[in-house]
């Protein structure tokens, strides 16, 4: 009897119950303020009061005209400052709308798909190949599965998952990351195998709802020039009153008049109010936003445009976002020949090392690696004699917790044997090739040489058998052929070196931030042209290390962090992300940005003004 057959699920009045204690499974988000509300935001800023309070004083003054233009352009202001954020507020709504995953789950004895905040703790989850996991759950079941967590850890190659050991299914969920654990996280994919797993948390009380909840707990900070305009409302107030007591004194000790002296002196204190600021302001901003929404990104408020333009450190991601969050083959090494994937010809010696990684590969894959080597073959063998229309996969033998190789066992028209395409971790492979300890030593060699340059490395092996003979029961009972090495990379988004290089000269710092491993930092970061000399920080390193120390560690480096949610903090709010759920930036992105991202900083004199102007702003303002 199958794991989903043995577990019937929760009963629909179980589902209830635990839907009404833990609320549907989705990450809190901001409730849409009312109308008034948003008005009252917008209004209680010092530069609209100043407007406002600039109309009523013509109006108090007799003069309709005037005041009827100020209060006109108080109106506009705010109608174009709620105008932006509701229309942003439902673009965002409408992208977690699309993003929403639906769930596969046993109740009541039967599945059932459901939506993703339909799932509750306890759930039976039915997870496959392809699906977004819908909650922190534990795996009872687990036939050859992966799972991507880069949405968690940063790292870009899938981490494999195992059924929960005794003790496990009932225990504390471990952390993200590693490998054949049997927990898996809501916002992950499942890129290969299936499995059954049950609920653990959702919501808030899962890993990416705790995220949430931090991020959501940071009090929103005044911009450098909201700062800068509240200092400013300041003094034209101390001005603007100073002047008018002075000229009631004088007029009513000069002439007698003290009503008109009072007249007077509120006349003087607003031809000193400078009442086009908050119009400027705001239409500016508004622009700002307009403009970049034209690149695929939401502001959700606009006073963040101007912080852009005052950053001097750019935290950003690695995986998703400086790259392409993909894998693709970059080198082939058979014997002592290596091959770098550069467009040129693929020569004939390694054409039977494409074939075998192809072979080792689903027709229809998922996995990005596997994608990796379809696609290679598909470039250098499609429409030659190696083409595999008409194959038909006879058996597969799965990676293993013993054996981290998989294997592939086809038959062909052409072919009166087994052909068997075998890849997976150079250990294990010469482990089935049976490697004396002189070749071991040379494959070591080679695979220190491709991961010293932040590779991801595979080997690959081919066999044959007559069907006559049957198939064995484990990949040991082949006679495999060693072909070679490939390594592979998540290759780095088009037009990133380039943007690095702009803010450079703009004199804005870029600090990656990665789980993935120090070698794959460091090379990514010399292809882009990071300071990669700077050094490397780990999550635990930074976790030791208090406000004052991470600035000057932020802003004494060019390179990386590697930080899994050991701080998230920023003044400016917006920061640069690829592929992630669940964010809470007042800057979300409708899609990816190929370009350059630092266009903005282009008015660099601009940009000096605003810094000399916000003395209190140090480097380490963006941090995470």
């Known amino acids: 009897m199958s794991t989903a ?13 635990r839907l009404m204690e833990d609320g549907p499974n989705e990450l809190a988000t901001a409730e849409k303020g009312t109308l008034l509300a948003q008005t009252w935001e917008v209004v209680r800023q010092p530069m609209l009061l100043l407007l406002l309070i600039a109309g009523l004083v013509n109006f108090a003054l007799a003069e309709p005209i005037d005041g009827v233009m100020l209060m006109g352009s108080a109106v506009v202001v705010i109608a174009i400052s709620i105008f932006q954020e509701r229309k942003t507020e439902n673009a965002l709504a409408a992208l977690r709308d699309l993003s929403s995953p639906r769930a596969l789950v046993l109740r009541d004895g039967m599945q059932v798909r459901i939506a993703g905040r339909e799932v509750v703790r306890g759930d039976t989850v039915l997870l496959s190949e392809g699906d977004r996991v819908p909650a922190d759950a534990v795996l009872l079941d687990a036939v050859n599965i992966s799972v991507d967590e880069s949405a968690l850890t940063g790292e870009s190659v899938p981490v494999r998952k195992s059924a929960a050991a005794e003790g496990q299914a009932s225990g504390p969920m471990g952390p993200p990351g590693g490998d054949a654990t049997p927990w898996v996280f809501s916002g992950t994919l499942v890129v290969r195998g299936h499995g059954i797993g049950v609920v653990r948390g959702t919501g808030s009380h899962s890993e990416l709802g705790r995220i949430g909840t931090a991020l959501s707990s940071i009090e929103p900070q ?10 400013l409302v300041r003094f034209f107030a101390v001005i603007g009153i100073g002047a008018a007591v002075a000229v009631v004194v004088v007029y009513g ?3 007698g008049h003290w009503l008109e002296g009072v007249l007077a ?7 000193l109010l400078p009442e086009e600021f908050p119009v400027v302001f705001t239409v500016f901003l508004a622009l700002g936003a307009w403009r970049m929404s034209r690149r695929h990104v939401l502001t959700r408020r606009p006073p963040v445009v101007e912080t852009l333009g005052s950053a001097t450190v750019i935290c950003v991601d690695k995986t998703g976002t400086l790259t392409l969050n993909s894998m693709t083959v970059r080198e082939l090494m058979s014997g002592d020949e290596t091959f770098a994937l550069t467009g040129d010809p693929l020569p004939e010696r390694f054409h039977d090392l494409v074939e075998a990684a192809a072979l080792a590969s689903p027709v229809d894959p998922f996995d990005p690696m596997d994608k990796a080597f379809r696609d290679l073959a598909a470039t250098y063998l499609a429409g030659t004699v190696r083409d595999h229309d008409g194959w038909e996969l006879v058996r597969e033998y799965p990676l293993s917790e013993e054996l981290l190789a998989l294997s592939h066992v086809w038959t062909s028209p052409e072919h009166d044997r087994y052909v068997v395409g075998t890849k997976g971790a150079p250990e294990a492979v010469a482990d089935l090739c049976h490697f004396d300890d002189d070749q071991r030593s040379v494959l070591t060699a080679q695979v220190e040489q491709a991961t010293a340059a932040g590779r991801r490395v595979l080997a690959v092996a081919r066999a044959s058998t007559d069907p006559a003979d049957g198939l064995p029961g484990e990949q040991h009972g082949f006679t495999f052929e060693y072909l070679g090495l490939a390594a592979l990379q998540d290759p780095v988004r088009p037009g990133v070196a380039e943007a690095v290089a702009e803010c450079a000269r703009a004199g804005v710092r870029t600090v990656m931030i990665t789980g993935d491993y120090p070698g794959t930092a460091l090379a990514i970061a010399r292809e882009i042209g990071l300071d990669h000399e700077a050094g490397v920080i780990t999550g635990s390193e930074l976790a030791g290390l208090d406000d004052a120390e991470l600035a000057g560690r932020v802003g004494g480096w060019g390179q990386r962090l590697r930080a899994h949610g050991a701080r998230a903090e920023a003044a400016t709010g917006p920061r640069a992300q690829g592929q992630r759920r669940g964010r809470r930036d007042d800057r979300r992105r409708g899609q990816r940005r190929t370009g350059p991202p630092c266009r903005r900083h282009r008015h660099r004199d601009g940009q000096a003004r605003h810094r000399r102007g916000s003395g209190d702003r140090g480097p380490g303002h963006h941090r995470r």
């Open 5 to 17: 057959q043995r577990l019937p699920g929760l009963s629909a009045d179980e589902v209830a119950r």
């Open 222 to 231: 005044r911009t450098p020039l909201q700062r800068e305009i509240d200092r």
């Open 253 to 255: 000790l000069t002439r």
């Open 265 to 271: 002196g509120i006349a003087a204190a607003m031809s």
